[in-house]
């Protein structure tokens, strides 16, 4: 069996929400044709103010509404009420209960445990949803035996956000990545586009716009790679951000689900498109 490869996207808008001069409009010969071919779906769930990764995370993880839950939108990391709705039913716990086998393919530095450890000594947490769903699933964070993904995809984290790689690894690791044929579901935790989303600014710097071309090609690429060695794979995103580089902020851009193997159902938002990513797996 091929294992079931989830994108999730952090903060990339829906490319029919984005403004003409977005990195959408790069050469993408793979991803922007899934993309196409799949759903745009609403992430503001009729509550005003700006969508955020916590919540929107949660809907996704859980199929639930955690907006209601919080009664609006909030973010970046879950606190104690966003983490009592994925402590019981983010998609990684209830598959460990049922004996799936799943993996976090995100590759943390040391700075990342480090900055863990502080934040929980003041009695906070630091970590977002998907970190924080796989540690209470008791799984580890970077597993052995897996090839490992920078959240950055191969760019530097610091600007100018110059490719540290060439696009020809990101297709070999989507091949490499297909080929685990020990695991029923693999996540990358894709939050780097939020992070470059958060450096929009009118005129968009050209530094910044390359960056973020230079962030789709290697997810095409990864997607490429995965699709050619026959992967299922699903992508998803929490909210708009990425897609419109001349502003700071998120966006109220619908967001992506697409997916390939797997059927999407006829969701019309994000906690519809968890229940259908639940579904697969007969939750
Ligand atoms: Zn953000």
Redesign the pocket.
């Known amino acids: 069996m091929k294992p079931l490869i989830w994108l999730a996207l952090?903060?990339v808008g829906h490319p029919q929400d984005a403004p003409p001069d977005s990195p959408w409009n790069a050469e993408l010969p793979t991803l922007r044709p899934f993309v196409e071919a799949g759903l745009a779906l609403d992430a503001s769930l009729g509550v005003g103010g700006l969508p955020?990764?916590a919540t929107g995370q949660t809907c996704w993880l859980t199929g639930r509404n955690a907006v209601t839950a919080m009664n609006g939108h909030y973010?970046?990391h879950p606190g104690p009420t966003l983490q009592r709705l994925l402590d019981a039913d983010a998609l990684p716990v209830r598959l460990v209960q049922q004996g799936a086998r799943l993996a976090l393919l995100n590759s943390y530095p040391p700075g990342y445990f480090e900055a863990q450890a502080q934040a929980a000594a003041r009695g906070r947490n630091r970590s977002g949803c998907f970190p924080y769903s796989f540690v209470r699933a008791g799984l580890p964070l970077n597993p052995p035996g897996i090839p490992l993904l920078p959240a950055t995809l191969g760019l530097n984290y610091r600007s100018p956000w110059l490719p540290q790689d060439t696009v020809g690894v990101w297709q070999r690791h989507g091949e490499a990545l297909a080929a685990l044929s020990d695991h029923d579901l693999l996540v990358f935790d894709a939050w780097f586009s939020?992070h470059l989303?958060?450096e929009g600014q009118a005129p968009t710097p050209p530094e910044l716009a390359a960056a973020g071309r230079a962030y789709l090609l290697r997810l095409d690429a990864l997607l490429n790679g995965l699709l050619q060695a026959g992967a299922a794979v699903v992508i998803s995103s929490d909210h708009g951000?990425f897609e419109d580089l001349s502003v700071k902020g998120?966006t109220l851009a619908r967001v992506p689900f697409a997916a390939s193997g797997v059927p999407l159902g006829q969701p019309g938002d994000v906690v519809q498109g968890g229940q259908s990513i639940r579904g697969w797996f007969g939750l």
């Open positions: 952090d903060g955020q990764s973010g970046p939020d989303g958060h951000n998120h």
